[in-house]
């Protein structure tokens, strides 16, 4: 328990009322019952409802998901993160299988899945992660495959494992500032993300594969504007295509608080920023998430692979 306490804020502050610009859409019930029929039936996670995302009717309504591999309790003890924390059970070994049989009953023509942490695992879950790449490429082989990847500790034969499935997209959130790192991902290291997001970006370049390379953060939880230009700056140093910038909405009471509320002209500030530095997409709005329009991004026509560096 001592180590969650440490992560959450002592700011008195009362919660701040939303934006109207963080309205969100409610969309048609039909199909979002359809989904989690179909999740719940194969006993799967959707991070749509573990990280109680405010997109999740506008996705389901669109019958997409983004699929949450290794159960639903997580190891680690972010301070902006709904998800359990705790010690997980034992992986499910038919959940590769599952998440293929998912995915083709939706047809789908992009899917994302991520997982919890699992670092009770020695790999921390890498083969489970190639497995279930592989079983949804086997069932489903027109289908793009986009992975939301943990860190595993560093451990580069845990990400060579995830890549040696081929992946079509690779994502990896940074979420915040290395300023904020402590408060805001406390088992996490910022360097250690980039140097996962750089070793996915050369093996890609390596052999000439036309996988892309992703990673996303939140902000309002008092960054500067300057601060996330320097972010996207160290993206881009580590060859990252894609970035993803979304206000962090706090999930409950005994999360961080909301430090701001960013302005919509703020996030197409940075859109512009990013674009300028040679990113191939950003996707910056008050409720992005990391696989907001994941498969229009994916979409958009590459930029090569030497332009625009760093």
Same mark, same amino acid.
């Given at each position: 328990? =001592?180590?969650?306490? &440490?992560?959450?804020?002592?700011?008195? #502050?009362?919660?701040?009322?939303?934006?109207?610009? @963080?309205?969100?859409?409610?969309?048609?019930?039909?199909?979002?019952?359809?989904? %989690?029929?179909?999740?719940?039936?194969?006993?799967? *996670?959707?991070?749509?409802?573990?990280?109680?995302?405010?997109?999740?009717?506008?996705?389901?309504?669109?019958?997409?998901?983004?699929?949450? @591999?290794?159960?639903?309790?997580?190891?680690?003890?972010?301070?902006?993160?709904?998800?359990? #924390?705790?010690?997980?059970?034992? %992986?499910?070994?038919?959940?590769? $299988?599952?998440?293929?049989?998912?995915?083709?009953?939706?047809?789908?023509?992009?899917?994302?899945?991520? =997982?919890?942490? &699992?670092?009770? %695992?020695?790999?921390?879950?890498?083969?489970?992660?190639?497995?279930?790449?592989?079983?949804? &490429? #086997?069932?489903?082989?027109?289908?793009?495959?986009?992975?939301?990847?943990?860190?595993?500790?560093?451990?580069?034969?845990?990400?060579?494992?995830?890549?040696?499935?081929?992946?079509?997209? %690779?994502?990896?959130?940074?979420?915040?500032i290395p300023r904020l790192y402590r408060r805001v991902r406390p088992d996490a290291d910022y360097q250690q993300s980039l140097t996962?997001? #750089?070793?996915?970006?050369?093996? $890609?370049?390596?052999?000439?594969?036309? /996988?892309?390379?992703?990673?996303?953060?939140?902000?309002?939880?008092?960054?500067?504007?300057?601060?996330?230009?320097?972010?996207?700056?160290?993206?881009?140093?580590?060859?990252?295509?894609?970035?993803?910038?979304?206000?962090?909405?706090?999930? *409950?009471?005994? $999360?961080?608080?909301?430090?701001?509320?960013?302005?919509?002209?703020?996030?197409?500030?940075?859109?512009?920023?990013? /674009?300028?530095?040679?990113? *191939?997409?950003?996707?910056? =709005?008050?409720?992005?998430?990391? =696989?907001?329009?994941?498969?229009?991004?994916?979409?958009?026509?590459?930029?090569?692979?030497?332009?625009g560096r760093g």
């Open positions: 328990m =001592s180590r969650e306490l &440490r992560v959450i804020s002592n700011n008195p #502050k009362a919660r701040q009322p939303k934006p109207d610009w @963080l309205r969100i859409r409610l969309g048609d019930p039909t199909n979002q019952n359809h989904v %989690l029929k179909l999740i719940e039936g194969l006993n799967l *996670h959707t991070v749509c409802q573990e990280a109680r995302c405010p997109n999740i009717f506008e996705c389901w309504s669109d019958r997409t998901a983004t699929f949450m @591999l290794g159960g639903d309790i997580c190891t680690r003890h972010c301070g902006f993160c709904a998800v359990g #924390k705790g010690a997980p059970g034992a %992986l499910d070994l038919e959940e590769p $299988r599952h998440v293929a049989e998912a995915v083709r009953h939706l047809n789908l023509a992009h899917t994302v899945f991520t =997982s919890v942490n &699992r670092d009770d %695992l020695p790999d921390g879950g890498a083969a489970h992660w190639a497995a279930t790449i592989r079983e949804v &490429r #086997k069932a489903n082989p027109e289908c793009r495959i986009e992975v939301l990847i943990p860190d595993f500790n560093g451990d580069e034969a845990a990400l060579d494992a995830v890549l040696d499935a081929q992946p079509d997209v %690779l994502n990896h959130n940074t979420e915040t996962l997001l #750089k070793r996915a970006g050369e093996r $890609r370049d390596r052999e000439a594969r036309g /996988m892309l390379t992703k990673s996303g953060i939140m902000v309002g939880l008092g960054e500067t504007f300057d601060e996330v230009v320097e972010l996207m700056k160290d993206l881009r140093e580590v060859s990252c295509e894609i970035m993803t910038i979304g206000q962090y909405l706090q999930p *409950h009471a005994r $999360r961080l608080p909301v430090e701001r509320y960013v302005t919509p002209e703020e996030f197409n500030s940075w859109h512009q920023v990013g /674009m300028a530095m040679g990113f *191939h997409h950003v996707e910056a =709005s008050p409720l992005t998430r990391s =696989s907001y329009h994941a498969r229009q991004q994916a979409e958009r026509k590459p930029r090569t692979y030497v332009e």
